[in-house]
Antibody, heavy 122, light 108 residues
């Protein structure tokens, strides 16, 4: 069975930092683009980042650019996102997603984790 | 920036057909994917690459993309189809990944 499991969410003060992790099982992470999508409770989906299969190419959404860094460890079948200078508007459920094989950026996100909640509040 | 526009809500009676549109400038030139998100659950892709259906998704789900509008069609709607639906595209190297705002499908 194919699974993505996120961890690392929690309560953090404004201006603080947090690292989210995603571990894959049932498939080789190294074959795929991987990414993160977040969702404020009751609101829509917002893509925030993805990373190519080798980790060389990284893309970020405008709302998080300069404040987050995405990385991956294919040997551990895992991916991380380091988030800095967190703001109240970063409060959301963060989903790990599997993208296209062979670095096809236009492919669907065909596998999603259950998400990890990040709450930014004083 | 590239914007995808979806109606906030669509309502249909059981057994009827639901059409959910996703509007974008020349979206017909892009590959559109559709996700279903039931309350409290992660999104699931129901249509990818405009018209393709993943295994396990009923044939009642279909997609079409031409011009400035992509459409997700759900035939013979059932109560279990009630969910939020999102469209998604790779909008290119400037706008990167875009999601539509989502459409809440209500089965009357």
């Amino acid at each position: 069975q194919l699974h993505l499991v996120e961890s690392g969410g929690g309560l953090v003060r404004p201006g603080g930092s947090l690292t989210l992790s995603c571990v894959a099982s049932g498939f080789k992470l190294e074959d795929h683009y991987m990414g993160w999508v977040r969702q404020v409770p009751g609101k829509g989906l917002e893509w925030i980042s993805f990373i190519s299969s080798t980790g060389v190419t990284k893309y970020y959404g405008d709302s998080v650019k300069g404040r987050i860094t995405i990385s991956r460890d294919n040997a551990k079948n895992s991916m991380q996102i380091q988030m800095n200078s967190l703001r109240g508007e970063d409060t959301a459920l963060y989903y790990c997603t599997r993208g296209g094989k062979y670095d096809r950026k236009s492919d669907a996100f065909d596998l999603w984790g259950q998400g990890t909640m990040v709450t930014v509040s004083s | 920036s590239y914007v995808l526009t979806q109606p906030p809500s669509v309502s249909v009676a059981p057994g009827e057909t639901a059409n959910i549109n996703c509007g974008g400038n020349n979206i017909g030139d892009k590959s559109v994917h559709w996700y279903q998100q039931r309350p409290g659950q992660a999104p699931v892709v129901v249509i990818y690459s405009n018209t393709d259906r993943p295994s396990g998704i009923p044939e009642r789900f279909s997609g079409f993309n031409f011009g400035n509008t992509a459409t997700l069609t759900i035939s013979r709607v059932e109560a279990g189809d009630e969910a939020d639906y999102y469209c998604h595209v790779w909008a290119g190297f400037t706008d990167l990944v875009r999601f539509g705002g989502g459409t809440k499908l209500t089965v009357l």
